[in-house]
């Protein structure tokens, strides 16, 4: 019989290698995590995207064909696109409410459904008409979302709040004030299509005026809230290449009457439908579903089976509430049928804003209560939508308060089940699943610190698309934010008046107040950022390639000859411009372009 030490001798290089390796302790193989999701989901199909957008989830008409009206198609989806981040359609203005007109047109959807953050604002207050900026820059050129409520403005109640007398008047409103600033994190636009109620309290997609699902509701109360919905759209109707555009997404629609084609509502559905194709198709998660076992790494694996097995039998569960093609669904709702199963509360804190209403409000009881708001039933009290994981990496502040900074620490909030928000946790409508998901009387999950960290890199890591964020055109996954591709256009549309890499209408791509367009529009060969080219830029360029200096930021900016790379050419580009007689930067040279996603 082997002595056990020369057992241990034996074993300890491969303990050894398995460490270093990262492959953890207690780790799953791909048909053991595939065979598990197959029995809790039904088959893996069914958390697996279609491959093309028209397959994405749409509404239908009673004999189970997709209602027209509603139907994703490429024109709508390209409209809907430009107009989610033009700045132009921030026109409702109300001074009698606080609203300044000089933030007229400064702000979009996009403002506050950013790329980089996973289509979510970045920041714990979004921002939208009366906040400035996109971003701060290092010195090192390294971005971080960074929009503020511009200096000098005051936010009286957050948007959505307002304040009716007796009379039923409204003496005050969030919806209009000096700043647009909702009182909940901005909410994730990825797997829009997979929801029949949106919002974090579920508000879009019930009962409406105009019959909207889902998707075009919250289009249409966003609109309105965000100061998107006055009542006159010839900033819209006056751009013959928005008339176009408009023509070519509802055909159905006479051209010759300009309401009827620019409204509200087509709008809304334009928007609607390219949020509808929100979704990521590239992650190392969905390759290992369609059979790549690679994909995920030994540790992401672990991390997966955990993300998947029961708390009785080791695993964290999350897939109870984060099931579907878009994880965001409760476990056994992969079609996407039921509502009131998919708001939990788990105790999250409400968001700082909240303090804002009471205050105005003057009203020491007034809570972001949920659920509860639109059901009425006390078992929804605090209660509210379970987000979508995809992209959870760059998904920051987490939970409708934003009380959760970084992905380790939700993870560890719910291995520990003890509730943040203290009215949350005394509301008498906790979740067991994160109280007491052990069912034995324990709080928390009581996974290991190894585990914890297994599964924070799948959920970083195995549920990230950079796709998503950066142009790859050989990647399934289409950028959430407008790129080249986007805005090119037909000649017929030139002919119109459009330009490459412009809006129809000129605007920055998605903000347009004073900081932001100087953060997002550049001169190209002015690598240094002054505004002018000159000799110290070819030395920045040389400084940044060869000696350790500052990144060029935007990086476009440096690239002076035009040809998608900054290199030493671009450099001796700028000084063959200045002195020898040779030609120009080419666009956007002498004119300002945009710096876009690519």
């Not at 790329?115 to 921002?127: F, M, N, R």
């Not at 000159?534 to 040389?542: K, S």
Request: glycine share 10%.
């Amino acid at each position: 019989m082997e002595s056990s030490r020369s057992f241990a001798l034996r074993v300890l290089p491969l303990l050894l290698v398995c460490l270093s390796s990262g492959w953890p302790l207690g780790a799953q193989d791909a048909d053991e995590v595939r065979s598990l999701l197959d029995a809790r989901v039904g088959g893996i199909e069914r958390l697996q995207v279609p491959e093309n957008a028209e397959d994405l989830p749409q509404p239908l008409l009673p004999d189970e064909t997709v209602d027209p009206r509603f139907a994703i198609t490429a024109e709508k989806v390209r409209l809907g696109k430009l107009l989610f981040f033009d700045p132009v359609r921030s026109t409702d203005i109300r001074p009698e409410f606080g609203g300044v007109v000089e933030t007229t047109k400064t702000a979009s959807c996009g403002s506050c459904h950013i790329g980089q953050a996973a289509s979510k604002a970045g920041t714990l207050t979004a921002v939208g008409v009366g906040g400035e900026g996109r971003h701060e820059t290092s010195a090192t050129g390294l971005q971080r979302i960074d929009r503020t409520m511009i200096e000098g403005l005051g936010d009286i109640l957050p948007t959505s709040v307002e304040m009716i007398d007796a009379e039923g008047n409204v003496v005050a409103s969030g919806r209009f004030d000096a700043v647009d600033a909702p009182g909940r994190v901005s909410p994730s636009c990825i797997g829009f299509a997979y929801n029949n109620r949106l919002l974090w309290g579920g508000e879009a997609g019930e009962v409406n005026p105009e019959g909207y699902p889902a998707q075009e509701d919250i289009v249409r109360l966003a609109s309105m809230a965000h100061r998107m919905a006055s009542s006159d759209f010839s900033h819209l109707q006056d751009l013959a290449v928005y008339r176009k555009l408009f023509e070519d997404a509802f055909p159905e629609v006479d051209p010759q009457n300009l309401d009827d084609l620019i409204n509200l509502d087509t709008q809304v559905r334009a928007i609607a439908a390219f949020l509808r194709t929100a979704i990521t198709r590239d992650t190392p998660w969905d390759r290992f579903l369609a059979g790549d076992d690679p994909a995920l790494t030994p540790r992401q694996l672990r991390g997966a089976w955990l993300f998947s097995a029961s708390v009785e039998d080791g695993g964290a569960s999350c897939i109870s509430c984060h099931s579907g093609p878009a994880l965001n669904k409760v476990l056994g709702d992969e079609k996407g049928l039921l509502v009131e199963e998919n708001f939990q509360n788990v105790g999250a804190s409400e968001h700082p804003l909240v303090a804002l209403a009471r205050e105005t409000l003057e009203d020491a009881d007034f809570h972001d209560t949920g659920r509860i708001g639109v059901t009425g039933e006390p078992s929804y009290d605090y209660a509210f939508k379970s987000p979508t994981l995809r992209q959870v990496k760059d998904a920051a502040p987490y939970f409708h308060g934003g009380h959760a900074e970084t992905l380790h620490d939700v993870v560890e909030y719910f291995n520990a089940g003890i509730a943040a928000g203290e009215l949350a946790a005394e509301a008498g409508s906790l979740s067991p699943l994160f109280t007491q998901p052990r069912g034995d009387g324990r709080a928390g999950l009581g996974l290991s610190e190894e585990d914890l960290d297994a599964l924070v890199d799948f959920l970083e890591n195995g549920l990230y698309d950079p796709a998503f964020v950066v142009h790859d055109a050989s990647s399934p996954t289409r950028t959430f934010e407008l790129n080249m591709d986007d805005l090119t256009y037909s000649d017929e549309l030139k002919a119109l008046g459009a330009v490459d890499g412009w809006l129809p209408t000129f605007m920055p791509n998605g903000f347009n107040d004073e900081k932001s367009r100087g953060q997002l529009l550049f001169l190209r060969g002015d690598g240094n950022s002054d505004n002018n080219v000159d000799l110290a830029d070819a030395i920045f360029t040389l400084s940044f390639l060869f000696w350790g200096g500052f990144r060029p930021h935007p990086m476009e900016a440096a690239d002076a000859n035009g040809d998608g790379r900054v290199d030493v050419t671009d450099a001796t580009f700028v000084v063959g411009y200045l002195f020898l007689g040779d030609r120009a930067p080419p666009f956007p040279f002498p004119e300002i372009g945009q710096n876009l996603a690519q």
